[in-house]
């Protein structure tokens, strides 16, 4: 299997421009989570999605920030419009549920920074 | 609201020595606890998964330990080689919520050939 496969990998972009990140989950896995990962806040979860449901998204710092999970191979994070301090790593993980099964497995981020 | 806290937050020793990373956390309602590895601009990898009924993990040369009634893992690596130079995050799972996970902030270890 290829993992968790996020893009892009890195997102250069100016303040107030709209940013979409790309995640594609593991095949057979139907949990799926947004995080964001900064020096000052460590990692944090934004989002999660059971069956492509959102379940929780508490997390989402403000308005400006958007999940959707269309399928079961496809979601995407929006910022619109962004700011300088939503300048960090974005990670999408993916599990599948169960007791025994319910390793989160990791993409390799996408590094955001917002001029 | 779980709190999760790793000490030491950077670590250095020479190749070769056994070590202990440590994890604390507030709430003991736990669903399980996990460590991970993250190499620099890389994402987390999966070390070792211990359910709330377990007490100890082990995977070759890392042994994970769990003291619920505490909140404390430890995290043991023995015979410490250069590759295991990378940043520990401990993350706990509430049994609340089980798709909650709290991570620790991690340790960055070096091991000096």
């Known amino acids: 299997d290829a993992g968790v496969i996020q893009s892009p990998r890195h997102e250069v972009t100016e303040m107030g421009q709209e940013v979409t990140l790309r995640c594609k989950p593991i095949?057979?896995?139907?949990?799926l989570f947004w995080y964001r990962q900064t020096m000052m806040r460590g990692l944090e979860l934004l989002i999660y999605?059971?069956?492509?449901?959102?379940?929780?998204d508490s997390g989402m710092p403000e308005d400006r920030f958007s999940a959707k999970m269309p399928n079961a191979s496809f979601s995407t994070l929006k910022i619109q419009p962004s700011e300088p301090r939503d300048s960090a790593v974005y990670f999408c993980?993916?599990?599948?549920?169960?007791?025994?099964?319910?390793?989160?497995?990791f993409g390799p981020g996408t590094r955001l920074t917002v001029l | 609201k779980q709190e999760v806290t790793q000490i030491p937050a950077a670590l250095s020793v020479p190749e070769g020595e056994n070590l202990v990373l440590n994890c604390s956390f507030t709430?003991?309602?736990?669903?399980?606890l996990q460590w991970f590895r993250q190499d620099p601009g890389k994402g987390l990898t999966s070390l070792l998964l211990?359910?709330?009924?377990?007490r100890e993990q082990t995977s070759g040369r890392l042994n994970a330990s769990l003291d619920k009634s505490s909140g404390r893992s430890t995290l043991y690596i023995a015979a410490s080689q250069p590759g295991d130079s990378a940043t520990y995050l401990c993350?706990?799972?509430?049994?609340?919520?089980?798709?909650?996970?709290?991570f620790g902030a991690g340790t960055r270890l070096t091991v000096k050939p």
């Open positions: 709430d003991s309602a736990i669903y399980n």
């Open positions: 993980a993916s599990s599948r549920s169960g007791r025994d099964t319910d390793t989160q497995y």
């Open positions: 211990i359910q709330s009924s377990q």
């Open positions: 095949s057979g896995h139907n949990s």
């Open positions: 999605f059971n069956n492509n449901v959102p379940i929780d």
């Open positions: 993350a706990v799972r509430s049994s609340y919520n089980n798709n909650d996970m709290r």
